[in-house]
T-cell receptor
Framework: AQTVTQSQPEMSVQEAETVTLSCTYD???????LFWYKQPPSRQMILVIR??????QNATENRFSVNFQKAAKSFSLKISDSQLGDTAMYFC?????????????FGKGTKLSVKP | NAGVTQTPKFQVLKTGQSMTLQCAQD?????MYWYRQDPGMGLRLIYY???????DKGEVPNGYNVSRLNKREFSLRLESAAPSQTSVYFC??????????????FGPGTRLTVL
């Protein structure tokens, strides 16, 4: 069974600085997807970034980028130029490739606070 | 497009009461999902429906039943609510094309408290 581990329950960063959130996962599969979701106080789940395991290039979305280390089963999220609106829970998630059920497996989350 | 909608947004039940959480999507998606989120936890899959007319158990199905009423609607029923079912419930949907990435779109959640 796949598992996702986020070892940082809480983190804080000063506005405009850079922060990195850690995630490790365990799977015997070779093809899969990894995600970072943001959950602000509104509770809405928002997809931040996605990485396909077969792609060596790290995904980027504006100020968000990932460091995907497949052999180490590590998938960290870097947020550059942090903004107050980045304050939220961040969840790392795993999905098997091509699965019809599309079952997402989530970590327990990291609560990020951006301080002015 | 409203996306994925859930009703109600909040609900308080007494132990032993029953209720149904409603979910609807207007994106013509094939697959729909119910997750629960407990404090300090990520979301966990309760049930899913890969297509209209089919449902399957997820990681934590005990105490729940589901109905895929039609392609748009997927309901979650608690027959006899227990305090352990106090949680935030999320519905999600996805297109589910074989061999392709299928993003899941989430509803706003229902906060359920069982006293």
């Amino acid at each position: 069974a796949q598992t996702v581990t986020q070892s940082q329950p809480e983190m804080s960063v000063q506005e405009a600085e850079t922060v990195t959130l850690s995630c490790t996962y365990d799977t015997s599969e070779n093809n899969y997807y990894l995600f970072w979701y943001k959950q602000p106080p509104s509770r809405q789940m928002i997809l931040v970034i996605r990485q396909e395991a077969y792609k060596q290039q790290n995904a980027t979305e504006n100020r968000f980028s990932v460091n995907f280390q497949k052999a180490a089963k590590s998938f960290s999220l870097k947020i550059s130029d942090s903004q107050l609106g980045d304050t939220a829970m961040y969840f790392c998630a795993f999905m098997n490739y091509g699965g019809s059920q599309g079952n997402l497996i989530f970590g327990k989350g990291t609560k990020l606070s951006v301080k002015p | 497009n409203a996306g994925v909608t859930q009703t109600p947004k909040f609900q308080v039940l007494k132990t032993g009461q029953s209720m149904t959480l409603q979910c609807a999507q207007d994106m013509n998606h094939n697959s729909m999902y119910w997750y629960r989120q407990d404090p300090g936890m990520g979301l966990r899959l309760i049930y899913y429906s890969a297509s209209e007319g089919t449902t399957d158990k997820g990681e934590v199905p005990n105490g729940y039943n589901v109905s895929r009423l039609n392609k748009r609607e997927f309901s979650l029923r608690l027959e006899s609510a227990a305090p352990s079912q106090t949680s935030v419930y999320f519905c999600a949907s996805s297109v589910s094309l074989a061999g392709a990435y299928n993003e899941q779109f989430f509803g706003p959640g229902t906060r359920l408290t069982v006293l």
